[in-house]
């Protein structure tokens, strides 16, 4: 085990996708200072949209960060208006991304800054920062690696599928577009001597977290990792709460239930963090090695979130210390 | 003179600048039918602003013709709101330019299709057929050509002088920077044998027509051309309703009031349409060969931009013919 860090001064690597991952990782800052904390956001999914460059995952973690994020509708951000999509539509434009009028604004900053020759990582650095976010958001990858899925109709970008067509055609296989090394502020905090733990959040694994570690080195360097590594599961009873996991785990003939998340983490990780409702695959995971801890992974609110987050700590072993 | 029209068949080009002429310009449309006008827009006042390409000129004519814009605040569109304006000033980007949520929209579809390979002409249709407009509304180039001011600070853009600024600095000179051909639209109406006239609307002749002046073979053009060449002086009483041209005939030393308008469009135009206000001026101008007609030159609503529509054609021996 690493021991460059003392109890309640580590840090902690958090992988987040959207919304899922987006409140635990919200929970984790609620819970650990900026100092401590460098959370690392899917970019698989960003696209081109309009000439404008769309980052969802980003933008969920930002806006979770900020509590600025619409609880009731579950994305985006709260008292959103959609002015400038309904003028778009006007004008006979593609109107299948929801652009609300300050998210926007988002895009525009980044997509010009981008275009002036900045980072993703400084954007992304520099919108949080914008925002009162003290925490490091960082990207995968400073460079674009598209998720894609094949259907019976071809290979089709993630957001045709997620959005356009709403997750209705049956996947075959899923890849990841490009050659992409870590982002500077995800490499680095990889290579702390005071790293005290990874955690997933519970994003989908396959289209989520598999883009991160399709990233040039991250499953490598991830697997020599001697601190816990622990991964929260998305499913609740069986089920993801939101977005395609279950129909995928099926189409792809993964498996189902946390079985099959663990299955397909693999070394990955050293911890799998499951719902009451799962409490019946304790002892299977259990039987793979795995630690497992059963607890209430379902996310209302803040102070859901900072529960859970103490939790996965936790079984990290990782003290919170004083804040 | 051309005998390639029948009365009440003919074609009428008119040259617009924002506001002002985009009021004479709704108003024309709104007595001529479609295959009888093509209105030339300034695109000198043009720039690039958070990577969005934004067309002040294009967007009032056309917002005016769609009967979609604010007639109270004077620019941009009715009902707008500001939600993502708010967002970029918490993100720290520039915003000295208000960027209305819907307008935002106009430059968003704007700016890609352009980066995507379509022209300014053929955007500019797109955008003004989506709204529903029937006449022809085109950029006087499809090349960049940027109006830009000496001021003591040196050269700065148009709209750094104009809304950034507010028009505070003295000018010294102004040029118009880049080599810009005719679009193809406003290239075609002059040439056509079935034109009747040319009509500049009461836009600032320095900031609003002379950039349409400098495309390349304008002047020549216009000089050559045997129509009725009409133009509405912006001066009521000596002064602009509206923005800087007082300040600037002062500060060029161009002279005063209507003569100093007559003198800066030259042979240009064979008609100065001026104001019940200035009818003192009409004895001068006409001694100087200019035809002159003195009338109401004020537009607060529809009626008037078109009384004013209908007394410029009469001016012109342009008949209106049945609608």
Redesign the interface.
């Known amino acids: 085990m690493k021991t460059g860090f003392r109890a309640g001064k580590g840090h902690v690597v958090a992988l987040s996708g959207g919304v899922g991952g987006a409140k635990l990782a919200a929970g984790l800052a609620g819970v650990l200072p900026p100092d401590r904390l460098t959370i690392v956001v899917n970019t698989g999914d960003d696209f081109e949209h309009?000439?404008?460059t769309i980052c969802p995952d980003i933008d969920s973690v930002t806006y979770a960060l900020a509590g600025m994020n619409d609880t009731t509708r579950g994305w985006g951000l709260a008292d959103?208006?959609w002015?400038?999509?309904?003028?778009?539509k006007?004008?006979?434009?593609a109107d299948w991304f929801q652009l609300g009028?300050?998210d926007?604004?988002?895009h525009?900053?980044r997509?010009?800054r981008l275009?002036t020759g900045a980072t993703l990582s400084q954007v992304t650095a520099?919108?949080t920062a914008?925002?009162g976010i003290a925490h490091a958001v960082v990207p995968m990858s400073d460079s674009p690696m598209r998720t894609q899925l094949q259907t019976a109709d071809g290979w089709i970008d993630f957001q045709q599928y997620f959005v356009a067509q709403q997750c209705r055609p049956k996947v075959l296989a899923i890849r990841f577009e490009g050659e992409a090394d870590m982002a500077p502020g995800f490499a680095d905090a990889l290579a702390r001597d005071d790293l005290e733990a990874v955690i997933i959040c519970p994003s989908n694994p396959f289209l989520s977290v598999d883009p991160i570690m399709a990233v040039n080195g991250v499953r490598a360097a991830l697997a020599a990792l001697e601190v816990p590594k622990l991964a929260v599961s998305p499913l609740i009873g069986g089920k993801a709460i939101k977005g395609p996991l279950g129909k995928l785990l099926a189409e792809l003939g993964a498996g189902i239930g946390n079985a099959a998340v663990a299955a397909h983490y693999g070394r990955v990780i050293s911890h799998l963090l499951i719902d009451h409702a799962d409490q019946d695959d304790e002892v299977l995971l259990s039987a793979h090695g795995l630690g497992v801890t059963v607890t209430d992974t379902m996310m209302h609110q803040a102070a859901d979130q900072q529960r859970l987050a103490r939790v996965v700590l936790a079984a990290g072993g990782v003290a919170i210390g004083s804040p």
Chains 1, 2 share one sequence.
């Open positions: 309009l000439g404008l959103e208006s002015q400038a999509l309904g003028m778009l006007r004008l006979g434009e009028d300050r926007l604004a988002m525009l900053s997509s010009w275009r520099r919108l914008s925002l």
